[in-house]
Structure formats: structure tokens, C-alpha cells
């Protein structure tokens, strides 16, 4: 974390996607821009749990026929800006940080989100050694249950995760991405996660959506502060929410300003929507947020 990376000249080079949610049966294409770095981000890899107690076991919870290794590839061959990733975690308090075990917790995540990986890796052959189908992970957890005696136990777990996964040759070309989601309450275990080894961690998914901002200028105020904790302009994302089933206390409007603002100032690197299920079939959020891009 230096002074040039948090004076730095950023230009929006990045936006990201979720896809979470049983009525998206394929990847919405229609909304890829002419933006350098496209991501897809398929959700979730959920924990297994023994009595409220994670085990390590992760299971994906999108459908594999509709996200098949085939499917990515295609995708990718046609849009050459695309990534995918798979986000480690899941939304809501059924689905915790809260291992039974610490030690066999991180062998097992290790190896059943290698395995997450291999399931496309293994079934297509690549067209040279560098293609993957999978490209990396993002961390997604809001709810985070931790013994108060060790308040490092998310940072040193996680972090062990994502350096044995980039470590291990059998996966370590799908480890090229890999992002945190944090929100307010739980930024404290992020913000720790991150400073231990920051060049483990390509992206910071903020999600501006679960607080309230009165105007752009509280918004850039909260994001700026944010640059400064982390150290860095150059990986944080703003992220909105087009899910309006469940109302966000975010002014939505205040934060698309606030972000209009931040570009002009050569500010921010990205922007992410949660989520394509709930974006469907008109994907207007996804147009009008890419729409910033352009206005420089």
C-alpha cells in the first residue's frame, strides 16, 4: 500500500456481473460491453454445515448444464473481454463463516473448491496452455462468526485458502482473478484479509448497496475513505443492486451520480451489479451503469 497507488490516475477498465438464482439458464451476452475486462461471476459455492458449523465442503449451487465448461468456452472464444469466476460464500445468515474446525476447514476448502475448478478445467482440452475456463474465485461472505478470542481467524483462513489454490500447479492458471465482497458490518475481516497479503487480491467488491448515501458527495466521501483504508485506488468497485423485490437502504441514484463523478475525477476502476437474475430480461441497470464508461 503506497501514496502513488492512492494518488493514482485510475480510468474504468472493468465490470463485473453476478449470476445467482434459478431463472437465468445461461449467460446474458447481451450485456457484455466494449469494456477491457468483462467478468461473470456464478454464485455460489456455498459452505456445508454440521450443526451451524462449516466443514469446508463446497457445493455449487448454479446449475452445471446451464454454466457448462462448454457453454464458458464458447462465450469466451466469442467475447474476448470475458472472464468467470466463482464466488466462495453466499448471501444470508444460513450460509456463515463459521468453521468447525480451522485446520480441517482450510484443507478441505482447498481442496473441494479445487475440485469446483477441475470440474471445467478437466472435461474441456484447452486450445493452447494458457486458456482456462475458470479464471478465478471472489470471497462472499456477510455473515462472518468468529471466536472473539481469535479476531484474525477469517484473514488467516481465507488467506491460506486463495495462496495454497494459487500455489497448487493444478490450479493455479484459474487463480488469474480474485476478489472480496465486502460490506459494512463485516469490512473490519476484509480490510484484514487484504492487508496480509494484498497482492493475493485483484478486486475489491464493495457493496455500496447495503448502506444509505444522502447524496453523491456522501457517497464519494465513504469511497474515498475506503481508498484510503485499503491503500489503493486501483482495485475498488462500487457495486449496485437491481434486485428491488427486497429494498437496500442505498439512494441508488446518489451512488450512479456519485460514480459519474469519480470517473470524470479518474477515480474508479469498475463498477459490479448483483445480480443478473433479478436484472432480467431488460438488464437496465447493467446498460445505464456501462453508459458511464463513455462520459469521461
Known amino acids: ?13 472493468i465490470f463485473r456481473e453476478y449470476i445467482v438464482g ?5 449467460f446474458p451476452s447481451e450485456i457484455i460491453g466494449d469494456i477491457p475486462k468483462f467478468h461473470f461471476i456464478l454464485g455460489f459455492a456455498n459452505d456445508t454445515y454440521d450443526d ?8 455449487r449451487a448454479w446449475n452445471f448444464d446451464d454454466f457448462s465448461p462448454t457453454k464458458v468456452a ?3 472464444k466469442e467475447h474476448k473481454n470475458v472472464n468467470v469466476v466463482i464466488s466462495i460464500g453466499g448471501i444470508g445468515a444460513e450460509f456463515p463463516f463459521n468453521p468447525k474446525d480451522i485446520t480441517s476447514w482450510t484443507d478441505n476448502a482447498v481442496s473441494s473448491i479445487k475440485e469446483l475448478i477441475q470440474d471445467y478445467e478437466n472435461r474441456l482440452q484447452p486450445i493452447n496452455n494458457d486458456d482456462t475456463i475458470i479464471d478465478g474465485i471472489d470471497i462472499n461472505y456477510e455473515y462472518i462468526n468468529i471466536n472473539l478470542s481469535e479476531p484474525t481467524q477469517f484473514s488467516t483462513c481465507i488467506g491460506q485458502v486463495i495462496q495454497r489454490l494459487k500455489d497448487d500447479p493444478d490450479v493455479s492458471k484459474s487463480m488469474k482473478v480474485v476478489s472480496i465482497s465486502p460490506t459494512e458490518l463485516v469490512n473490519f475481516h476484509y480490510l484484514a484479509l487484504y492487508t496480509n497479503k494484498p497482492d493475493n487480491i485483484d478486486w475489491i467488491n464493495y457493496k455500496f448497496y447495503n448502506q444509505y448515501f444522502r447524496s453523491e458527495y456522501e457517497f464519494i466521501n465513504f469511497f474515498n475513505n475506503l481508498v484510503n483504508d485499503y491503500g489503493t485506488a486501483l482495485k475498488i468497485l462500487a457495486g449496485f443492486n437491481s434486485d428491488t423485490s427486497t429494498p437496500t437502504p442505498t439512494s441508488q441514484q446518489a451512488c450512479i451520480d456519485g460514480c459519474r463523478i469519480l470517473i470524470e475525477r479518474a477515480l474508479l476502476a469498475g463498477v459490479f451489479v448483483w445480480n443478473a437474475n433479478a436484472s432480467a430480461p431488460t438488464y437496465s441497470l447493467e446498460a445505464e451503469v456501462q453508459k458511464l464508461y463513455t462520459k469521461e
Open 1 to 13: 500500500m503506497t501514496e502513488p497507488d492512492i494518488k493514482a490516475v485510475v480510468k474504468p477498465t
Open 22 to 26: 434459478e431463472n437465468i439458464n445461461g
Open 74 to 76: 464458447n462465450l469466451k
Open 52 to 59: 451451524g458449523a462449516g466443514t469446508g465442503f463446497f457445493k
